[in-house]
T-cell receptor
Framework: NAGVTQTPKFQVLKTGQSMTLQCAQD?????MYWYRQDPGMGLRLIYYSASEGTTDKGEVPNGYNVSRLNKREFSLRLESAAPSQTSVYFC???????????????FGDGTRLSIL | EDQVTQSPEALRLQEGESSSLNCSYTVSGLRGLFWYRQDPGKGPEFLFTLYSAGEEKEKERLKATLTKKESFLHITAPKPEDSATYLCAVQAQTGGYNKLIFGAGTRLAVHP
């Protein structure tokens, strides 16, 4: 099973450029999430989608937008990249009843993004 | 404020030397505590969920326990392949959804 698949794995951008990070899961999960991981800090939630057709802000949403394209796919877009957005980005999904589920989240292997 | 603190930040063990990792938390409305393993260049891999104080879970050389204020991940007779970063995350209900709060992790190195 593929689980959670993220593309691309690596990306270098210049300040001001835009890009979209893609995420797809094949576990039929309702909820999907985007996190960023920075050295010395815990994973921080950017946006989440409790179910198809809904999205909500997490802890650090500024500078990002998301789209829940269908039940399988959840994309993260940087409209105008800034050096502070250099990070490793992880997508995750979980089963159960949308945002109220306490089922474990399952993660992809991340996108390593550098902004110069 | 909801908070998760892991200690130590880094731990070096000899193969076979048992030890414990700590995860202390302050959250309102605890819904669950999760342990993950993360290898370099990979995403977190789910290990255990603990839902209530007194609960214990085991998997091979790993055993997770939970009290009302902290969780321990006990590693018995570790092997070099147990080297990884171990992440603790607490799930709390807030604003109508279950928020997952991560600690910064403990980097474990097991040497032969």
């Amino acid at each position: 099973n593929a689980g959670v698949t993220q593309t691309p794995k690596f990306q270098v951008l210049k300040t001001g450029q835009s890009m979209t990070l893609q995420c797809a899961q094949d576990m039929n999960h309702n909820s999907m999430y985007w996190y960023r991981q920075d050295p010395g800090m815990g994973l921080r939630l950017i946006y989440y989608s409790a179910s198809e057709g809904t999205t909500d802000k997490g802890e650090v949403p500024n500078g990002y937008n998301v789209s829940r394209l269908n039940k399988r796919e959840f994309s993260l877009r940087l409209e105008s990249a800034a050096p502070s957005q250099t990070s490793v980005y992880f997508c995750a999904s979980s089963g159960g009843a949308g945002g109220y589920s306490n089922q474990p989240q399952h993660f992809g292997d991340g996108t390593r993004l550098s902004i110069l | 404020e909801d908070q998760v603190t892991q200690s130590p930040e880094a731990l070096r063990l000899q193969e076979g030397e048992s030890s414990s990792l700590n995860c202390s938390y302050t959250v309102s409305g605890l819904r669950g505590l999760f342990w993950y393993r993360q290898d370099p260049g990979k995403g977190p891999e789910f290990l255990f969920t603990l839902y209530s104080a007194g609960e214990e879970k085991e998997k091979e050389r790993l055993k997770a326990t939970l009290t009302k204020k902290e969780s321990f991940l006990h590693i018995t007779a570790p092997k070099p392949e147990d080297s990884a970063t171990y992440l603790c995350a607490v799930q709390a209900q807030t604003g109508g959804y279950n928020k997952l709060i991560f600690g910064a992790g403990t980097r474990l190195a097991v040497h032969p």
